[in-house]
C-alpha cells in the first residue's frame, strides 16, 4: 500500500465528510477512494470511521489517527518545500478568519506594513462572529472571541483586556454618569448580542450582574460601538473594540473600579509542529499588532 497516499486520502476524506467530496478533492475515483480507506483499516485493524447511509463521522480512534496523520503530512508537505526551493520562502496564500469588529479596528489598518514586508503573501480574509470549523473550511488561521476547547486546533491568547462600559460625553452631559452598576437601571442602555444581563466586579471583588435596558438593541459589536458614539446611550463590550474611541475622546469609560476581565481573544490554527512560513509571519504579524495596542 502507497502509505503517503492512504493518509492522504483518509485526512481528506474526515474534512470533508464523505467520500465522494474529497474524491472531488483529490482527482480521483469515489471507488478508489473507498478502496484505499478500507485497505487502511483493515491494515489498521480497526475501523477509522461509523457510516450511515447519510453520514460520515470518525471513530475515537479514527480522529485521535487524523490528528496524528495532519501533524505528519504537514511535516512531509514542508521538508518537500524546502528541498524544492532550497530555503523557506514567504509565498502564497494565507486564507483568515476574523470576528467583524476585530477585523476591522485591529486587522484592517495593520495590514498595509505586513503586506509591504511580505509582498508575494497573498491574504484571503474573510469576516465572521458565528461558529466555524477551521478545518474543514480549509482557513490556516482565525482569531476568535471567547474560550475555545479543539483538540484539532493549537491556541494562542492574543489579548483579554478588560471589559469596558462606555459612553459619548454627549450622554453623561445630558443624563449624568453613574457611579454604581446599579445606576445603569435608571439610563439607556444599548443592549447587544449578549443580551440584557452586565456583568461586574463587585465591591467584595466577586462578580456580579445587572439587568440593564434601553431603546435599542443591536446584534453588531460595530453598531453598538457607532450607537454610542452617537450618543443613544451607554454600551458595554471588550476594550480593544472601543480603544480608538476612547483615545479620541469619542467616548468616556464609566464604571472602571467594577470592570471584569474580558473574554480572550486567541488566535487558532490547525495543529502542527511545523507551520508553513507564510502562516507563521502573519501569526507573528497578528501578535505584534495585539501587543502595540
Known sequence: MNKFLALSVFTKVAEHGGFTAAARRLGLSVSAVTKTVARLEDELGTQLFNRTTRQLHTTDFGQEFYERCVRILADLEDAEAALRQGSVSYTGRVRVLTPFSFGRVTLVPELPAFLRKYPDI???????????????????????????????????????????????????????????????????????????????????????????????????????????????????????????????GAVESILPDYALEGMPISILYPAQRHLPAKVRAFIDFLVAITRAD
Open 122 to 248: 497573498q491574504l484571503d480574509l474573510s469576516f465572521s462572529d458565528g461558529p466555524v470549523d477551521l478545518i474543514a473550511e480549509g482557513y490556516d488561521v482565525a482569531v476568535r472571541t471567547g474560550e475555545i476547547s479543539d483538540s484539532r486546533l493549537t491556541t494562542r491568547v492574543l489579548t483579554r483586556g478588560s471589559q469596558v462600559t462606555f459612553a459619548a460625553p454627549s450622554y453623561l452631559a445630558r443624563h449624568g454618569t453613574p457611579r454604581r452598576p446599579e445606576d445603569l437601571q435608571n439610563h439607556n442602555c444599548i443592549v447587544g448580542r449578549f443580551g440584557p444581563e452586565w456583568s461586574f466586579r463587585g465591591p467584595d471583588r466577586k462578580p456580579m450582574t445587572v439587568m440593564v435596558r434601553g431603546s435599542t438593541i443591536v446584534n453588531s459589536g460595530d453598531a453598538l460601538r457607532e450607537a454610542a458614539v452617537a450618543g443613544i446611550g451607554i454600551g458595554q463590550g471588550t476594550w480593544w473594540l472601543v480603544r480608538k474611541d476612547l483615545e479620541r
